[in-house]
């Protein structure tokens, strides 16, 4: 077997899991009255904004166009670099290194590639809107176009060696620094450089990554904390679903580089006095701070309210503060019952009083926290104007 072959089934694995979980979601009928009305009403609206008409298109005008600038930081943040390595794996290390070095290095080329097939994408679906409205040429556009694509793969780059490395909050610390950082001379090159040395920057950009990135599929040293990766990477839809229900449950992930949570060491009592309604409160308050899966989701939700409100006219800005404190609220109950469903919690009375006194504390307390972040948010945005 060469690497070749085992990437290609690997990835048709890959797919065909993503396929099941949205088979056990997607039936038939949800397809015919929910997936296919949705698209094609998507479908429409683009047509109509590309008329000067339509939702779509009243909606930026009076955004003015700003929320390109979001969708583009969005999209440079996320994404992944995959191995597509399994913990079987580690077995015929010695004697087929090659092979499954050669396979990491097909999953980089896809990485790289997937990613440049959703700029792409965004590319033209959004070009003849930033023509009209930002008032520049094809030319100056896909040399945006090859800046923000180096600057993607510099930052998955950076991701994939914070994958390899144990996490602390001095390297989270530094790790925020370094984007805050790029994204500042970003949007410095953006505004002042020539577009011809604007893409040369972009390509300079990705040859860095590439270079950088090729050299750690040729080292083994963290093969635990790429084989996790890619199971997090794996289960990432099925995540996203399960998080709605409350009767299913995500495999558990454990992750062997994780350290002891700072404000926790020795699992120290936050209340001194003990008593049931405290010992919920401080089991889920614990389960939620060690829990990287729990604490993402919310940030993520936060974030994506966050650049709404920020982005959005004042009618707008209160629709999204509306929306978000009603589903902010309905995830943390979601995530407070799953938290309560551990085994060790296997007798407890969860009919009583005590209980729904900590779920409505706990709910309470996160569910502030998260609001009024997003409320400061559209309040700086409103005065800035």
């Known amino acids: 077997m060469k690497g070749r072959s085992l990437f290609i089934r690997r990835w048709l694995d890959f797919y065909r899991y993503q396929f099941k979980v ?57 994404g992944s670099i995959h191995t597509f390595l399994l913990e079987a794996d580690q077995v015929f290390l010695l004697q087929k290194k090659a092979i499954i070095r050669q396979m990491k290095q097909y999953a980089l080329v896809y990485s790289l590639l997937f990613t440049l097939a959703k700029w792409l994408l965004l590319f033209f679906l959004l070009l003849p809107f930033i023509i009209d409205s930002v008032r520049v040429t094809i030319s100056e556009s896909a040399s945006l176009l090859i800046y923000i694509f180096g600057l993607h793969t510099v930052f998955l780059s950076l991701k994939q060696e914070r994958i390899r490395k ?157 929306v978000y404190t009603g589903v902010c609220r309905y995830v943390l109950s979601l995530i407070f019952d799953k938290v309560m469903d551990a085994p060790i919690l296997i007798g407890a009375d969860k009919e009583s009083d005590e209980y729904y006194r900590a779920r409505k504390s706990c709910v309470n307390t996160l569910h502030y926290a998260c609001v009024s972040c997003c409320f400061l948010a559209a309040v700086i945005s409103f005065l800035m104007k």
């Open 166 to 322: 144990p996490r602390s909050i001095w390297r989270q610390i530094t790790d925020f620094i370094l984007k805050a950082v790029l994204f500042a001379c970003s949007f410095l090159m953006i505004t002042f450089t020539e577009w011809h040395l604007l893409s040369l920057v972009g390509v300079m950009f990705f040859i860095f990554a590439y270079i950088r990135s090729l050299k750690k599929t040729a080292s083994f040293s963290a093969f635990e904390a790429e084989v996790l990766e890619e199971r997090k990477i794996r289960l990432t839809l099925a995540g996203l679903v399960m998080m709605t229900s409350q009767d299913v449950r995500m495999p558990r992930v454990k992750d062997r580089m994780r350290r002891k949570p700072l404000l926790f060491r020795n699992s120290k009592r936050i209340f001194k006095k003990r008593t049931t309604y405290t010992i919920y409160k401080e089991l889920f308050f614990k389960v939620m701070l060690r829990n990287g899966e729990y604490a993402r989701h919310l940030y993520m939700l936060l974030s994506a309210f966050t650049i709404l409100t920020v982005v959005s006219p004042i009618f707008l800005k209160v629709m999204a503060l509306l």
């Open 22 to 78: 949205l088979h056990a979601v997607i039936d038939w009928t949800v397809a015919l009255y929910i997936v296919l009305p949705a698209l094609a009403f998507v479908i429409y609206q683009y047509v109509e904004w590309a008329n000067g008409s339509g939702l779509l298109y009243e909606w930026s005008e009076r955004v003015e166009w700003r929320w390109l600038y979001a969708v583009g930081i969005l999209i440079v943040c996320t």
